[in-house]
C-alpha cells in the first residue's frame, strides 16, 4: 500500500487525510506488528472493534435491530469494542452524533488527575489511540450483509452524512461499488425550474443523473479537503458535517483502513434562491487518501464526474498520474498558496500539459480567508453543474466499475437472480389499476363485497321485516358464491411468480422482496407522489371534500405494493378453505401461512387489516400466526408495541426511529390498514422483559373528522383504534396538531377504544407524543396543557361511556392507568432546518431514544400481560369480531376471558363446596350431640337444652364467620397471581365476593333452623321418654316379680306354662300403667297462623283474599292460573297486543317452579314437624317472587298460591307429626318389646348365660341403626362431591352435558320436554347421571365401606375406654359405651331401653362377644347394602344429591327472556344473566301472527337487528330489539360471535321442525336453507364455541 509514495511526512499539516505512510511508523501498530506477526492491518483494526467475527459480510439486520441490553441502558462506550455498536445504535436512531464515538476511559484517565501534570496533560492530548470514525464506519461496511448496508446507507443519508461510494479493503486492495447499499435512499428536491409550480422531483437516488463532482488529493495537502467540502455544501446559516474531519471528535486520528474510500453526498436545491447554496442538484464525492496510492479509485472518478478537483501542495513528480488518465472530467487543481512547499512552476507545467485555463485553477492566497476560498470553490463548482453535460446516474457507473476491475456489492448471484425475478413480475406493469385487476384480482372488488357481508351479517341493517334468519342464510349463501367465484379464478402468472420466488431460500427471498418492494415503488412513485402531495394540500383546505375523496380513491387505486401481492396470497389461501378438503388445489396452497410466518421472522412487516377493504382476512392472518408459534421456539411471550394518531403526523417516522425498521413513510396520506412486525429480544434482556419478541404495529393515520364525514370512514377509525388499543401492552398516541378541536375529535375515537377495553377486561397503557415541541421546557410549560388534556380526556370517557352504556366510567384514569405527569413525551421537529439538506434533528432522534427507553422499561414491569402468539391471535379474532357488531362491548367474546372465568368459577365452586360440605359434617355431628342429649351426650357440663343450643349456635356462627373469612381470602389471593388473565375476570370479583356473602348467610339460616327443629323436636320428647322410661321400669319390676313368683313355685317350668304366666302379666301390666294418649297438635292451624303472618305485611286486601278460603280447602287440587274477574278485563284489553296467553304461560311456570321446589322441601323433612318449616317454605316463595319481578304478578295470585302450598304442606306436616306421635306411642313402643321381654324373662329365669345373646341384641337393635343412619347421613357429601369431578363441575359444563346427551339420544320427546319442562328435565337428567354413574363400579361400596369401618373402629374405641373406666354394672358399662360415641351415633332410645332391661351379663364377657358382633355387623350392613338399590339408598340420604346439585347448577333459574335458555352465570347473585346459546323463538312457542308459522328468529341476533319486540313486560308496546336492556336490564345477550354458536339449535329445529309444529299446534317453520347443511358434528363442534 502507498509503495510508490516517497515524500516525507510533514509534522503539523492539517490534512485529516493521513498517507499511509504516517500509519506505519504508528508506534502502537508496530507494536501490535511485532506481537502479532502477520496480522494485517485490517485484522487488527477488526480486533480491536470486537468485529473479528463478523468479518466479511456477517452482520446481519436481525443482530442490529434486536433488543438488547444496550438499548436499555445508557451506558458511554468503555472500550473499542463498544464503538461499532455505539455508532449503530445512534446511527439506526439516525441520530447526528452517532459519528461522535470515543471511548470514555481515555478521558477519565485524564480527569483524574487532580495534580497539575503539564507533561501528561501534553501527552494524553494525543489521541493515538482513538479511533477515526471513518475506520469504524469501514469496518461495519465491510462487516455488514447488503440489508444492513443498505440500512446504514439510509440512515446516513438521513443524518446528511456522505456514504461510502466506494468501499475499499486494504488487504486484498479491492474495492467495491456501493450500489446496492444505496439502493434505498430516495430523495425530494425542487430544482429552480420547479420552483414557479411548486412542483417536486423524489427520485431513487442511484437511479438520478447527476453531474458528480469529486474531490482528491494528490500528495500532501495543509488545505483540509473534507472540511472545505462542509463549508462548501453548508448553507449561511447552518454550518454541518457531511464528511468526517480532522477537526471533529477522533477525525483527527490516523486513518488505518479507510484510506481508499470514496464518499459521496449530495446537495439537493430546495427551490429557494436565496438559500440554495447551487440551484440543480450535484453529487460531490470525495476520496480519502492520496490518488498516488488509489489510482484505481481515481480513475473511475475521472470517468465518472463531471469534474475532478485536485487538491495539493507540490506537484511536480505525480503529474504523470494526472496526465494518463484518459479523463471524461473536466480536472481543477486546488492548491494552497500560503504553504511552503508550493511551487508555481510545477502548477505551471502540468497544467499546460493538461491544457487548463486560470479557471481551472484555483490557488487559496495569503489574504483569502475560509469563506472567501469556499466562495470561489463554490462559484467554480456552480459553473461545473450548469454546464456539463455529463450526468451519470450510479446504477450507470457499474460498467465503468466492472471495467476498472471494481466489483459491484449487487454481483452476488443471489441479488441476480432475485433481481431478475423481480423483474420478471414488475416489467409487466403498464396500468396499475389495470394491473391489480388482471394479476390480483381476488382483492378488487369481491374482497370488499365479502367485507360488506361479513359486517352485514353482524350489523343486520337491511333486515327489514325479512325473518333475520332468512336474511343471515341469504348473506351466508351470497358469501358463498363469493368465495367461489374468487376460486374460479386460476392463479395469475404475478402469484405464480411471486409465490416461487419468495418460496426461494434465505437471502435471495430477501433480495427478491427488497427488488420486489423498490421496483414497485419506482413503478407507482411518480402518480403516488404527486397525489399524495395533493392530497396533503387539499387537506390543509378540507372545503375540497369531494376532491379529497377522489385523491383518496386514486391513491388506494394507484397504490401497489409487496403487500398487494401478500393480500392476494391471503385472499387464494382463504377463498381455498372452501373448497372440499382433500381438493388439490387446496393442498398446493397449505404452506403458505408457513412461508409468511417465516418471512415474519426475518423481520418482514405482515399486513393484519387491509385498510382497503377495512376488513382482517382472519383465517389467513390466525393462520399466519399459528405458523409463526411454531416456528417460534414453544411458549415465546411477546409484547405489543402500537402507534395511533392523525394521518401525516410522522407515525410511520417514529416507529422506524424508535426501533430501526422500516415502515413505508412519505408525506401525505400512506399507511394503509395496519402492519404487524417482530423484534427479537436478545438472550441478555428476555429475563428482564420476560418476553422474547416485541410486536410493533404501524396503523393507518385517522382521518380527521371533516375528512372522515366523506367516506364515512369514522367507522373504519374506530374499527382500527379499537383493534389496536385491544391488541396492544403500550399504545403511543402520536399528537401533532396544532388545532386544539381536531385533535379533540381524534382523541375521542382513541378514548373510546380504551374504554371499550376496560370494558372487556384490558387495560393497555397508553403514551401521549406530543410531536414537534421543541423548547426544552416544554414539559414544565405545558404543565397546564396537560391539566387541560386530561379533562378532556375525561370529557370524552364519559361521552363514550355514555355511547358504550357503561356510564359508571367517570373519569380516563377509571378506563386506564395514566398519569399526565409520565404520560407525556415532548418531541422537537423531526428536521434540523429545511429539507431536502436539512439532516435529522439530533433533539427528535434524542427524545425518540427517551420514550423508547421508558416504552420498554413500562413493557418490562408489564408482567401480567405479557401474551403469546397464540393469544394475541385469539385477542385479534374476539376484537375484530366484536367490531363488526355495531354494540361492541355486548358483542365481545374471547375464548381466554371465558377460559379465565371458567378458571374462576371451577375454583369457587370448589371451595363453596368445601365450605358446605364441612357445614354439612357440622351440623349432622351438631343434631347428634342435640339427639343424644340428656341421655349420654358426653356433654355434662351442660344441664339445659336451651344452653347446648346456644353454645351451638354460637359455634355455628364462628365456623361460618371463618368460612366466610376464608372464601373472601381465597378470592382475594386468586386475583392476586399473575397467571390464568386474572386480570381479564377482575370485573366479576364482586359478583363473586357477594356469593361468597349471600351463602353464608343461606347457610346460617338453614344451620340455625335446622339446630332450632331439633333442639325443639329432642325437648318434645323428654316428657315421652321419662313416661317410656317408668313404663319400662314398672315391667321390669313386674318381670323380676314374676321370676321370683315362679320360681318359689316350681324348680323347673315348661316353656309353655312360661309364657302362660307371662301374657298373664303383661296384660295385666298394661292394663293397669295408664297411657295418657299423646296429643297431637293440629299442624294445620299453626301453618294458617305463620301465612296470616306472612300476608299481614302485604295490606288488608291480601288478608281479606285470604280469609275467603280455608286452608283445608287449599291445595287439593293442581294449582292451575286463571285469569279473573277484575284482572281477565284489563288484560283483555290489551290482549289484542299482546298474548295474553303468554302471561298466563309465564305464570304457571313461575308457579310450577315454586311449587316444585317447595314440594321437594317438604318431601324432605323427616322426625317431626317444625314451625321453621312452615317458615322457611314462605321464605323460599317469597325469593322466588323477588327474584321473577319481571313476570307480573297480581296479589290474588300471590295469596292463592301460597294458600296452594301451604294447604299441601300443612296436610303432609300433619300426616308427618301424626307418624311421629304413633311410631313413638309409649304403648305401642312397650308393645313392641313384647317379646323381647318374654325372651329375656324366661333366660332369667333359666339361668341362662346372656352374654353373646346380649352382645349380638345390643348390636343389632342398637348399633348398626345407628351406623347405617351415620352412612346415610355421610353419603349424600361424598357422592355430591364424586359427581362434581365428573361433568358437574360449573353450570357450564352441565349444561353442555346435558345437551351433548340430548344430541346423542337423539329423540323429539327428550328435547321437548328439555324445552318446555328444563328444571324437571334436568332434574331427572341428574338423577339419571347419578345413578348410572354409581350404578357400575365400586365407588359406592368404598364410600359405605369407609363409613362402616370407621363407625366400627369409634365402636371398638369407646369399648376399650369404657372397659378401663370399671363400670359398677352392665347397665352403665353399655352406658358408658354409648356416651363415648355420643357424637357420633344416634342410638335410639327406646331400642337401649328395652335391651337394659333384665340385664346382668357379665361385663368382660359381653365386651369380647360385642367386637365380635360388630365385626359380623360389618358384614351384614355390606349385605344389605348390596341388596338395596342406588335409588333407595338416594331416597334415604339426609343430604339428597340430586337437590344440592341441582340448585348449585341450576343457579339462578333465570331464562332468556326471548328464547327461555337458561342463565349460565355462575354465582347465585350476579349482576347480569347471560347464556351463550340462545336459540330461535320457535322453540318458546314464537309464531307468525298470520301464517302461525313458528318464527325462526334467534334473540342473539334480533338484538342487532333494527326490528322491535312486544310483550308483557313493554306492556304489549313495540321496543326496539337493540335496547332490549331498557326493558330486561339485567340480561346481556350477545350475538353469536363465531356465527356457529347457535348451529346446535338450528340443527334441532332443522331436523324436529314439524315434530315441534304439532306439539306446539303451530305451522312448521320455514327453515332456512343453510341450516338444512348443518349436520351433527357441525352441532355438536358447535357446543364447544360457547
Ligand atoms: N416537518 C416535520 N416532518 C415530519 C415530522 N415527522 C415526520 N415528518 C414527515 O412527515 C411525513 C409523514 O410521515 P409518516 O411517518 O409517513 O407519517 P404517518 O403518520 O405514518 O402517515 P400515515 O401513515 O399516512 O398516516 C414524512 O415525510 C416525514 O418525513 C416532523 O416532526 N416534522
Ligand atoms: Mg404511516
Ligand atoms: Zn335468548
Ligand atoms: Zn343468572
Known amino acids: 500500500m502507498g509503495a510508490l509514495y516517497t515524500v516525507p511526512t510533514m509534522e503539523g499539516v492539517g490534512d485529516e487525510d493521513d498517507p499511509p505512510s504516517k500509519q506505519r511508523s504508528d508506534s502502537k501498530d508496530d507494536r501490535q506488528h511485532s506481537t502479532c506477526g502477520k ?246 464525492a470525495n476520496l480519502r487518501g492520496d490518488i498516488a ?84 470553490l463554490r462559484k467554480t463548482v456552480s459553473n461545473v453543474v450548469e454546464n456539463s453535460k455529463m450526468k451519470m446516474g450510479i446504477e450507470q457507473m457499474a460498467d465503468i466499475a466492472h471495467k476498472l476491475g471494481i466489483w459491484v456489492d449487487e454481483d452476488s448471484s443471489e441479488c441476480q437472480t432475485a433481481k431478475k425475478n423481480a423483474d420478471a413480475i414488475t416489467a409487466e406493469i403498464q396500468d396499475i389499476l389495470e394491473y391489480k385487476e388482471a394479476q390480483l384480482p381476488l382483492q378488487g372488488q369481491i374482497w370488499k363485497e365479502l367485507t360488506r357481508l361479513e359486517k352485514e351479517e353482524c350489523r343486520l341493517r337491511k333486515v327489514g321485516s325479512e325473518s333475520i334468519e332468512d336474511y343471515k342464510s341469504d348473506l351466508q349463501i351470497e358469501k358463498t358464491k363469493l368465495r367461489e367465484k374468487q376460486n374460479s379464478y386460476d392463479m395469475s402468472n404475478a402469484m405464480t411468480c411471486f409465490i416461487n420466488a419468495i418460496s426461494s431460500p434465505g437471502i435471495e427471498r430477501c433480495y427478491f422482496l427488497k427488488w420486489m418492494r423498490m421496483n414497485l415503488d419506482n ?94 382476512p382472519l383465517r389467513w392472518v390466525s393462520d399466519v400466526l399459528s405458523q409463526l408459534n411454531d416456528l417460534m421456539s414453544s411458549q415465546s411471550k411477546i409484547l405489543v408495541v402500537t402507534v395511533l394518531g392523525v394521518q401525516s403526523t410522522g407515525k410511520s417516522t417514529l416507529l422506524n426511529t424508535m426501533f430501526g425498521v422500516q415502515f413505508a413513510v412519505s408525506s401525505g396520506r400512506c399507511t394503509r390498514g395496519a402492519f404487524m412486525l417482530l423484534i427479537g429480544i436478545n438472550e441478555d434482556v428476555k429475563k428482564v422483559l420476560n418476553c422474547d419478541f416485541m410486536v410493533i404495529i404501524d396503523t393507518e393515520g385517522l382521518k380527521s373528522p371533516e375528512l372522515a364525514q366523506l367516506d364515512n370512514s369514522h367507522e373504519h377509525d374506530n374499527e382500527l383504534a379499537t383493534l389496536v388499543v385491544g391488541l396492544s401492552d403500550i399504545t403511543i398516541i402520536n399528537i401533532a396538531m396544532e388545532n386544539s378541536t381536531d385533535m379533540k375529535d381524534i382523541l375521542q375515537i382513541v378514548v373510546h377504544a380504551f374504554l371499550r377495553m376496560s370494558a372487556v377486561g384490558k387495560k393497555p397503557k397508553c403514551q401521549f407524543v406530543h410531536q414537534n415541541v421543541s423548547d426544552v421546557s416544554a414539559h414544565e410549560n405545558n404543565l397546564r396543557d396537560r391539566k387541560l388534556l386530561l379533562e378532556q380526556l375525561d370529557e370524552m370517557t364519559q361521552a363514550a361511556a355514555k355511547m358504550e352504556k357503561k356510564e359508571e366510567n367517570k373519569s380516563f384514569t377509571d378506563v386506564m392507568e395514566y398519569s399526565p405527569d409520565t404520560g407525556n413525551w415532548y418531541i422537537p421537529g423531526l428536521w434540523n432546518g429545511n429539507p431536502p439538506m436539512a ?128 372464601l373472601l381470602e381465597k378470592l382475594a389471593k386468586y386475583f392476586k397471581q399473575t397467571e390464568g388473565h386474572v386480570y381479564l375476570v377482575e370485573g366479576y370479583r364482586e359478583d363473586f365476593a357477594n356469593s361468597a356473602k349471600s351463602l353464608r348467610r ?59 304366666e307371662f301374657d298373664k302379666m303383661w296384660k295385666k301390666t298394661v292394663n293397669e300403667l295408664c297411657f295418657s294418649k299423646q296429643k297431637t297438635k293440629n299442624v294445620i292451624t299453626y301453618v294458617s297462623c305463620c301465612l296470616r303472618d306472612n300476608l299481614s305485611r ?51 311456570n313461575l308457579a310450577d317452579c315454586i311449587i316444585r321446589s317447595c314440594t321437594q322441601f317438604v318431601t324432605e323433612k323427616k322426625n317431626n314437624y317444625h314451625d321453621t318449616y312452615i317458615q322457611e317454605i314462605l321464605h323460599m316463595i317469597d325469593e322466588s317472587l323477588q327474584n321473577n319481578q319481571d313476570v307480573k304478578i297480581e296479589i290474588e295470585f300471590e295469596v292463592s298460591l301460597k294458600q296452594h302450598i301451604c294447604g299441601v304442606a300443612a296436610r303432609q306436616f300433619q300426616k308427618l307429626h301424626e307418624d311421629f306421635i304413633r311410631v313413638n306411642d309409649p304403648y305401642r313402643c312397650l308393645n313392641q318389646n313384647k317379646e323381647k321381654f318374654r325372651t329375656d324373662f324366661k333366660d332369667v329365669f333359666n339361668k341362662r348365660d346372656q352374654c353373646q345373646k346380649k352382645a349380638k341384641e345390643f348390636t343389632d337393635r342398637c348399633l348398626r341403626p345407628a351406623v347405617e343412619d351415620f352412612v346415610y347421613c355421610s353419603l349424600g357429601p361424598d357422592i355430591i362431591g364424586e359427581m362434581k369431578k365428573q361433568k358437574f363441575g360449573t353450570r357450564k359444563s352441565l349444561q353442555y352435558s346435558v345437551l351433548l346427551d340430548l344430541l346423542s339420544k337423539d329423540d323429539f320427546e327428550n328435547y321437548l320436554s328439555y324445552i318446555c319442562s328444563y328444571e324437571e328435565y334436568v332434574k331427572t337428567w341428574i338423577l339419571n347421571q347419578i345413578v348410572e ?63 337394659m332391661i333384665l340385664n346382668n351379663a357379665d361385663q368382660e364377657q359381653f365386651a369380647h362377644w360385642l367386637t365380635e358382633c360388630v365385626k359380623d355387623m360389618a358384614q351384614v350392613l355390606q349385605e344389605k347394602f348390596k341388596k338395596t338399590n342406588i335409588l333407595m339408598k338416594l331416597k334415604d340420604l339426609h343430604v339428597k344429591p340430586e337437590n344440592e346439585l341441582f340448585t348449585k347448577l341450576i343457579g339462578c333459574g333465570k331464562q332468556c327472556p326471548f328464547c327461555k335458555a337458561p342463565c349460565e352465570t355462575e354465582g347465585k347473585v350476579h349482576t347480569h344473566h347471560k347464556t351463550s346459546l340462545h336459540r ?82 303451530a305451522e312448521p317453520a320455514d327453515i332456512p336453507t343453510t341450516w338444512k347443511h348443518i349436520t351433527r358434528k357441525q352441532a355438536e363442534e358447535s357446543l364447544s364455541n360457547i
Open 1002 to 1060: 343461606e347457610m346460617e339460616c338453614s344451620v340455625f333452623n335446622q339446630l332450632q327443629a331439633a333442639a325443639d323436636i329432642r325437648q318434645g320428647m323428654t316428657e315421652l321418654d321419662r313416661i317410656k322410661e317408668n313404663h319400662t321400669k314398672e315391667l321390669e319390676e313386674r318381670v323380676c316379680a314374676l321370676i321370683d313368683e315362679c320360681r318359689e313355685k316350681k324348680v323347673k317350668m315348661a316353656d309353655k306354662e312360661l309364657d302362660t
Open 1333 to 1395: 354413574h354409581f350404578s357400575n363400579g365400586s365407588t359406592m361400596i368404598e364410600f359405605e365401606d369407609e363409613h362402616v369401618q370407621s363407625s366400627i373402629r369409634s365402636i371398638n374405641t369407646a369399648v376399650n375406654k369404657a372397659k378401663t373406666e370399671k363400670s359398677c354394672n352392665l347397665k352403665s358399662f353399655v352406658e358408658n359405651v354409648c356416651k363415648k360415641l355420643g357424637d357420633k351415633l344416634v342410638i335410639s332410645k327406646d331400642a337401649l331401653r328395652a335391651f
Open 523 to 616: 413503478v407507482s412513485r411518480e402518480k403516488l407522489s404527486d397525489l399524495r402531495e395533493q392530497y396533503k394540500e387539499k387537506c390543509k383546505n378540507s372545503e375540497n371534500k369531494a376532491e379529497i375523496k377522489d385523491i383518496d380513491r386514486q391513491l388506494s387505486n394507484s397504490s401497489l405494493g409487496t403487500e398487494h401481492f401478500f393480500r392476494e396470497m391471503g385472499q387464494i389461501y382463504e377463498a381455498s378453505l372452501s373448497l372440499p378438503e382433500k381438493a388439490p388445489s387446496r393442498q398446493q396452497l397449505q404452506h403458505l401461512p408457513k412461508l409468511c410466518a417465516q418471512l415474519l421472522l426475518d423481520g418482514f412487516p405482515l399486513e393484519l387489516v387491509d385498510g382497503d377493504a377495512s376488513n382482517i
Open 293 to 376: 496510492s488509489f489510482e484505481t479509485q481515481f480513475s473511475f472518478l475521472c470517468q465518472t464526474s463531471a469534474a475532478v478537483f485536485v487538491f495539493f501542495d507540490t506537484l511536480d513528480s505525480a503529474c504523470k498520474l494526472l496526465t494518463n488518465q484518459q479523463h471524461k472530467a473536466q480536472i481543477f487543481l486546488v492548491g494552497n498558496h500560503q504553504s511552503n512547499h508550493f511551487g508555481i512552476d510545477a502548477l505551471e507545467s502540468v497544467a499546460t500539459k493538461l491544457s487548463l485555463t486560470n479557471s481551472n485553477i484555483l490557488l487559496k492566497t495569503k489574504r483569502m480567508n475560509d469563506a472567501d476560498f469556499v466562495k470561489k
Open 39 to 284: 496480522k494485517t492491518h485490517l485484522k487488527s483494526l477488526m480486533e480491536d472493534l470486537g468485529l473479528e467475527q463478523l468479518y466479511p459480510e456477517k452482520l446481519s439486520l436481525s443482530i442490529i435491530l434486536q433488543i438488547d441490553e444496550k438499548t436499555i441502558t445508557d451506558e458511554p462506550a468503555k472500550c473499542n469494542s463498544d464503538l461499532p455498536w455505539y455508532f449503530l445504535k445512534k446511527l439506526m436512531m439516525v441520530n447526528v452524533t452517532a459519528r461522535n464515538v470515543k471511548c470514555t476511559s481515555a478521558c477519565e484517565s485524564n480527569c483524574n488527575h487532580p495534580l497539575l501534570d503539564l507533561k501528561n496533560l501534553v501527552k494524553s492530548t494525543n489521541s493515538g489511540d482513538m479511533l477515526n470514525p471513518l475506520d469504524i464506519i469501514t469496518a461495519l461496511f465491510l462487516c455488514s450483509d447488503g440489508f444492513v448496508r443498505q440500512e446504514m446507507a439510509l440512515k446516513m443519508s438521513m443524518c446528511q452524512f456522505s456514504v461510502p461510494l466506494l468501499l475499499p479493503n486494504c488487504d486484498t486492495k479491492q474495492c467495491t461499488l456501493m450500489l446496492w447499499a444505496m439502493r434505498d435512499i430516495v430523495k425530494k428536491y425542487r430544482p429552480q425550474s420547479l420552483s414557479e409550480s411548486k412542483g417536486f422531483i423524489e427520485d431513487r437516488i442511484v437511479l438520478s443523473e447527476l453531474p458528480m463532482i469529486s474531490f482528491v488529493r494528490l500528495g500532501e495537502c495543509s488545505l483540509s479537503k473534507s472540511e472545505i467540502l462542509n463549508k462548501l455544501l453548508s448553507n449561511s446559516q447552518q454550518y454541518h458535517d457531511t464528511f468526517v474531519h480532522h477537526n471533529m471528535e477522533c477525525g483527527d486520528s490516523p486513518k488505518r483502513i479507510s484510506n481508499g474510500l470514496v464518499e459521496i453526498t449530495w446537495y439537493l436545491p430546495c427551490g429557494n434562491k436565496n438559500m440554495d447554496v447551487f440551484s440543480e442538484p450535484v453529487a460531490v
Open 839 to 966: 439532516p435529522v434533528n439530533a433533539g427528535y432522534s434524542e427524545a425518540v431514544y427517551e420514550l423508547k427507553k421508558n416504552i420498554i422499561q413500562m413493557l418490562g414491569s408489564c408482567e401480567s400481560s405479557a401474551n403469546d402468539i397464540l393469544k394475541f391471535t385469539e385477542w385479534m379474532k374476539s376484537l375484530w369480531n366484536a367490531v363488526k357488531h355495531e354494540n361492541f362491548i355486548f358483542s365481545f367474546r374471547n375464548s381466554l376471558v371465558a377460559d379465565a372465568y371458567m378458571r374462576l368459577c371451577t375454583e369457587f365452586n370448589e371451595w363453596e363446596w368445601k365450605f358446605k360440605k364441612e357445614m354439612y359434617t357440622w351440623v349432622t355431628i351438631a343434631e347428634t350431640k342435640i339427639n343424644n342429649f340428656g341421655n349420654f351426650a358426653e356433654t355434662s357440663e351442660i344441664s339445659d337444652m336451651s344452653e347446648l343450643l346456644t353454645q351451638l349456635k354460637s359455634e355455628a356462627f364462628t365456623v361460618l364467620s371463618k368460612w366466610e373469612t376464608t
Open 1098 to 1148: 302485604k295490606g288488608s286486601h291480601a288478608c281479606e283474599l285470604l280469609s275467603q278460603k280455608s286452608l283445608k280447602d287449599c291445595g287439593l287440587v293442581p294449582f292451575k292460573y286463571t285469569v279473573d274477574g277484575l284482572c281477565k278485563q284489563i288484560i283483555h284489553k290489551l290482549s289484542k297486543i299482546f298474548n295474553i296467553e303468554d302471561h298466563v304461560k309465564a305464570v304457571q
Open 1480 to 1561: 330461535s323463538q320457535a322453540l318458546g312457542r314464537f309464531r307468525w301472527n298470520r301464517t302461525e308459522k313458528l318464527v325462526t328468529d334467534i334473540c342473539s341476533s334480533s338484538v342487532i337487528s333494527d326490528q322491535s319486540f312486544h310483550c308483557a313486560a313493554t306492556n304489549g308496546k313495540y321496543h326496539p330489539y337493540k335496547d332490549y336492556a331498557a326493558i330486561f336490564p339485567d340480561w346481556r345477550i350477545a350475538p353469536d360471535a363465531s356465527l356457529q354458536a347457535s348451529d346446535y339449535w338450528k340443527y334441532v329445529l332443522a331436523k324436529f321442525n314439524k315434530q315441534f309444529a304439532e306439539a306446539f299446534t
